[in-house]
Nanobody, 125 residues
Framework: QVKLVESGGGSVQAGGSLRLSCAVS????????MGWFRQAPGKEREAVAR??????????AEFAKGRFTISRDNTRNRNTVYLQIDSLKSEDTAVYYC????????????????WGQGTQVTVSS
């Protein structure tokens, strides 16, 4: 059973940085394209960024350009993805979810089969 586990969330002051991690387990063979989403209190979930199977292409939501960086470990832990968030703002407060899919076509539609439980990021001003 494919499982995604996020880590790295927490409470941080505005202007600080966080690095979220997400590891995929329970699969045999192959790579996943992966993405990050977030859901703020009272709001719908929104896409943040995605990265393809080999890390060659990354796509960001407009709000995420400049302060968010998605990357992946393509060595030993191939299906591990990271989200670096710099210059955190109070509006970045949300639960951040990792997602994965084997199909590049699904990923390009921001459609993912597998989801993590989420990690809370709280930014105080």
């Amino acid at each position: 059973q494919v499982k995604l586990v996020e880590s790295g969330g927490g409470s941080v002051q505005a202007g600080g940085s966080l690095r979220l991690s997400c590891a995929v387990s329970g699969y045999i063979g192959g790579d996943f394209c992966m993405g990050w989403f977030r859901q703020a209190p009272g709001k719908e979930r929104e896409a943040v960024a995605r990265i393809d199977h080999d890390g060659g292409q990354t796509v960001y939501a407009e709000f995420a350009k400049g302060r968010f960086t998605i990357s992946r470990d393509n060595t030993r832990n191939r299906n591990t993805v990271y989200l670096q968030i710099d210059s955190l703002k109070s509006e970045d407060t949300a639960v951040y979810y990792c997602a994965a899919d084997r199909s590049v076509f699904s990923c390009r539609r921001w459609s993912f089969d597998y989801w993590g439980q989420g990690t809370q990021v709280t930014v105080s001003s």
